[in-house]
């Protein structure tokens, strides 16, 4: 195996505008706006979601030529068949959703499936009755709206792939007359309607041994503490999730909350905060502190001796050495970060390294691990393992997908400390999860960056604008994401587009915050083709009006490790779309092969790209 390199890529110093939900095509779009009363402004504001009953939001954004059709269907409804054959029909070109009006079947488990059991959602669509119809192009314009015809439907999705108007585009749906049972006067309470939020987006956080300051598990907790809960989620603050929804592919672990959760909040407060009767079944807890998310690791790796955090003073920077002692080399399917002191930890990075390198720096280094501030600064590294912030999820990184680590290769766990005004004790552990099938596809990371030797923010300028392209040499899919700057980034923004000429938007961070940095996973892999380019934006704020910025007076900034200077990275997580490291005689030249097709040099001392 090779090791892995992290190149940035020079781009020129100006901004590109920013793109929107889905960038318009030469032709226009067909279909007619929604009228005002069904969906509302939250439409044109963005596309929209739903929650489906397993709790992930389901995006009712089309793909790129094609069309999303929403179903509203009573409970076992065989025209839910229909959805599949219709994605069949337009592999790629159709999302389909399914909303089943009134009771829920006992056996309706899917992602895509919403639960309308009052018709609100159907109301809110014009939908009036099982089976429905619609199907949605563009940024939220409505091509088709009737019964739910699987002929008419075909058409109309091919109408959208094609760029016209269907031949019917509306016709009165003849079903089952949907009720309006009305239940939005219905007082919301916690066991039937705030515990479910609470336990699909605050809870990761919001228990003990975690990164939030207060529990969220019971009732008790959650009552007290109402008009906050109303108040920060009204205002976005929590819970803590900086990427802007609907803009770009769908996140694994998107956490914040549809504009319905916060009203519900909102209400729950203002009506006193009660319990409500039992539900039953009762939703199991959250894992008691110190038991693995993912289940018991393959591979524990623990820091050799607790380290103590001083009281006061600034950010600590550590690296610690975890040798792994393995006899054969490994394929890892999934990491797990277990902080011992969440009070102080900050986050955490990991490299691997198989040269000794980080054991030289530690011998040579009194205490446990040596300072560091970005893992080898000036030293070849391996590869990436990626890193961990506060709520961060542990996640497999998906049938087939591995990270090769080496015989007898070390972990080396940066771990940054934040003195919190009392000396504190810290041992951090690693949970690593070996592959049980064959890993056919292995996970590298490259990066789009500004250049470092041009890169600069001057003194006292609000408003810094910098942008970087990554050129996409052979057919890759991405699979995370993860944006850094440090503290005086304010926005973010990277597109993909692609040799047609079209733009797909891939993240956008409007109120960047170098205390919430995470890596994104996305739910389904995205096919970025040859020929591709990524585009990545940024601006900053060096003026002595913005409030994080850690010089006063403002001064100028360059490229530099140290949180007072700066950066630009997008890291991707990529896996190359043709690779089958199963067939024999296989060999992972992924990296290799995408920097000579390139045409870059990959450097073999000095690593581009850092870990704050």
Known sequence: MKRLILTCVLAAPACAALVVWLSPSPRAIPGRPLAPGLLGKSFLDGPPALRAIDGRRVDLRPPADGATVVAFLAADDPAARGLERLREAFPGRVATVAAIVGPLPPDADEAAVVHDPTGAIARRFGATSTPEALVLVGEGRLLYQGPFDLDELREAVAAACAGVEPAVAHRPATGTPIVAADASRRTPTYTQDVEPILRRSCRDCHRPGEAAPFPLLTFAQAARRSRDLAEVTASRFMPPWKPTSGFGPPPLHDRTLLPDEVA????????????????????????????????????????????????????VYRCFVLPTDLPEARWITAIEVKPGNPRVVHHTFAYIDVRGLGRSRDEADEGPGYMCFS??????????????????????????????????????????YHPVG????????????????PVKKALQWVSACADPAEFVLPADDSDVGWKAELKIPMDVDLHAMTPHMHMLGRTMEARVETPDGRSRPLIRIEDWDFNRQDTYFLREPLRIPEGSTVHLQARYDNSSANPRNPSRPPREVRWGEGTNDDMMILFLGLTRADQDLTRPGAVDDFMEEFFRRAGVAPADETPTASAE
């Open 264 to 315: 519900t909040l909102r209400a729950w407060a203002d009506a006193g905060a009660p319990e409500g009767p039992p539900v039953a079944p009762q939703p199991p807890e959250p894992a008691p502190p110190g038991e693995w998310a993912l289940g018991t690791p393959d591979l524990i790796l623990e820091m050799p001796e607790p380290f103590e955090i001083p009281a006061a003073g600034g950010d």
């Open 375 to 416: 893992g080898f600064t000036g030293d070849s590294i391996f590869g990436a393992l990626g890193g961990w912030t506060p709520g961060n999820e542990p996640h497999f990184f998906g049938e087939g997908v591995g990270q090769n680590l080496p015989m007898g290769a070390d972990v080396v766990l940066q771990v940054h």
């Open 422 to 437: 009392k000396v504190e004790r810290d041992r951090t552990r690693l949970g690593i999860h070996f592959a049980r099938k």
